[in-house]
């Protein structure tokens, strides 16, 4: 079975698009490939045109950052690169663990920073390992 968006032709287009015409905010939301949907209008289904697979992957953060609200609230507000760096706020954040509503709002920005404090202290611990290996091997020299 062939799909229109699979052609090799397509694909290469649409890659070759400028951001903005791939990706556009509309009410809330960030409809992906709106140049495309727009040109397959009166061509393809309703459904399939206004499909939005974002929304899926939204309710699973969601989903996530709720139960794991802790763990999440632990890793950014203990000691943080993020906080000490001032890119978080901390007393905001501590407020915005008491509302699940407000967590759920805000699930992709808190994943987002929970990956980048993450990698910021997996940098921290290779750069510390890596000092404390320098000092152990001039020791033994």
Avoid at 3 to 17: C, N, P, Q, T, W
Avoid at 48 to 66: F, G, K, T, W
Wanted: charged fraction near 20%; charge should be positive.
């Amino acid at each position: 079975m062939f799909h229109i968006f699979a052609s090799r032709e397509m694909m290469e287009f649409s890659l070759a698009l400028p951001l903005c015409y791939r990706l556009m905010p509309v009410g809330g939301q960030w409809i992906e490939k709106p140049v495309l949907r727009y040109a397959f209008i009166g061509l393809l289904p309703k459904e399939i045109i206004s499909r939005n697979h974002r929304q899926l992957q939204n309710a699973m953060d969601e989903e996530y950052v709720i139960k794991n609200s802790k763990q999440i609230a632990s890793l950014l507000l203990d000691n943080s690169f993020l906080s000490a760096f001032g890119i978080i706020d901390c007393q905001k954040l501590s407020e915005m663990f008491t509302n699940k509503h407000l967590i759920a709002k805000a699930a992709t920005g808190l994943i987002c920073c929970c990956m980048t404090e993450l990698w910021l202290k997996s940098i921290s611990n290779h750069f510390n390992l890596n000092s404390a290996n320098s000092e152990a091997r001039a020791m033994h020299v």
